[in-house]
């Protein structure tokens, strides 16, 4: 039994499950099937390796920003930075706090906590070009170019959205991004498609990237099914109906838990209680089901995966076991494929892979001309993933002829598996 089946079928799911009465519980069971868990060492290491590699192709030095929640003014944030105001406004001064408690709230630490330590590990190891949260004295002084701001999740976009706002409301930062002095990057571990496009949208455009796509109800089902769900996540709600919220803070619906919590974008019914009603994730805690989180793609997920997509000879095929993981994945991403969307990131949540493994797997597709330009599956790609469903149909494999030669697949033979140095990089 693999992590994920352990998550399942830990006592406090099945506890929870048992909450719900008749046929809803296949629907709940189905939702939690479909959420990614990500374990620890998945967030440090994925957020980390995505920053070191983006930090290694800028080649300058930038400036490292912890995303936290920030107090509003009818609706708006505070400058980030202190300026002057006279004209020319200038600023000046120290930068942000990477952790700050809320005023009337309590002294509690969020994930910007977990994300502020990553910062400083990224900052020790590379100091001649990065810096954490400077101010604009050291900005100008070392002429830095990047302001990356780095989260743990991207749900709704407000809070980042808030974030960018309260340094696009500092006229140096204005200027400099004007004059092509300043560029703003996001990163997260994940994010919904919704979030991201809000935030791309912003004044200063920044690009956004993610370790991992994430899975909704919205993305993760047919569309009837989503309904059913989110009629499910209503009528259980224990802060009471409602159509937007009960799936969570604006209406995302995320399937996402991290060891270190679970987001608000989540079904309420996942984090929420009342009198009748106890939740999974008490108070947005994983810490007691969190334990099983899975640390790697497993082949019981495998399995999953290819029961989602419903490729059930596959999935009953002996085939299957015979194949070396890297082949797994790479049949994931092709069948992925076939059935749509093609964006990389969608790929992602439907795969459960990475995105850059997601995007490694895609370049080699194309390399084989299975895959074109625009990843839709070329003739070759549909002929050889339909050879691929007949040799698991019939439960052959062949010897491999020369192990060394890469795995380039042909219709008029059985599959090769991926030798070592045709691998992706980071695997």
């Not at 200038?90 to 990477?98: I, T």
């Not at 709600?237 to 608000?264: E, K, R, T």
Request: charged fraction near 25%.
């Amino acid at each position: 039994m693999d992590d994920q089946s352990s998550f399942l079928n830990a006592e406090q799911t099945l506890g929870w499950l048992g909450q719900f009465c008749g046929s809803d519980q296949v629907y709940a069971r189905q939702m939690l099937e479909r959420m990614l868990l990500v374990s620890e060492h998945a967030f440090r290491d994925g957020l980390r390796t995505l920053l070191a590699d983006r930090l290694q192709v800028i080649g300058e030095e930038a400036a490292l920003y912890a995303e936290r929640e920030l107090i509003l003014n009818c609706g708006r944030p505070a400058p980030l930075f202190k300026q002057s105001h006279k004209r020319p406004c200038r600023a000046y001064g120290s930068g942000p706090q990477p952790v700050q408690a809320m005023r009337n709230k309590n002294s509690e630490v969020g994930s910007e906590g977990l994300v502020a330590q990553l910062i400083t590990e990224i900052i020790r190891t590379n100091r001649k070009k990065t810096m954490s949260h400077p101010g604009p004295d050291i900005i100008r002084k070392r002429r830095i170019r990047w302001f990356l701001i780095v989260a743990d999740f991207i749900g709704s976009g407000n809070r980042c959205w808030h974030y960018l706002d309260a340094a696009w409301q500092v006229r140096s930062v204005r200027s400099w991004w004007s004059l092509g002095l300043l560029h703003f990057e996001v990163f997260a571990f994940s994010g919904t498609e919704k979030g991201r496009s809000r935030i791309e949208s912003h004044h200063c455009r920044p690009n956004v990237h993610l370790v991992q796509g994430c899975p909704t109800i919205d993305n993760s089902f047919p569309r009837e099914c989503a309904k059913t769900l989110h009629s499910l996540c209503m009528k259980y709600d224990p802060c009471g109906v409602d159509p937007v919220q009960s799936l969570g803070y604006g209406g995302s619906g995320a399937l996402i838990a991290f060891a270190h919590g679970i987001p608000n974008n989540a079904p309420r019914i996942l984090y929420k209680k009342n009198s009748t009603w106890l939740p999974l994730f008490p108070s947005r805690v994983t810490a007691a089901p969190g334990r099983g989180f899975p640390r790697d793609l497993t082949e019981e997920q495998i399995r999953n995966k290819l029961a989602q997509m419903r490729e059930r000879r596959l999935l009953s095929s002996a085939w299957l076991l015979g194949v070396s993981p890297n082949t797994q994945r790479l049949l994931l991403v092709l069948i992925a494929l076939s059935k749509g969307p093609r964006r990389i990131e969608a790929l992602s949540y439907r795969t459960g892979l990475t995105i850059p493994e997601v995007a490694n797997y895609v370049q080699e597709a194309e390399a084989a001309g299975w895959v074109d330009s625009q990843n839709r599956l070329t003739d070759k790609g549909k002929a050889e993933l339909a050879h691929l469903r007949s040799s698991a149909e019939q439960n052959t494999i062949e010897e491999l002829v020369d192990p060394s030669q890469p795995y380039y697949p042909s219709m008029l033979r059985a599959p090769r598996e991926i030798s070592s140095s045709r691998r992706p990089k980071g695997r």
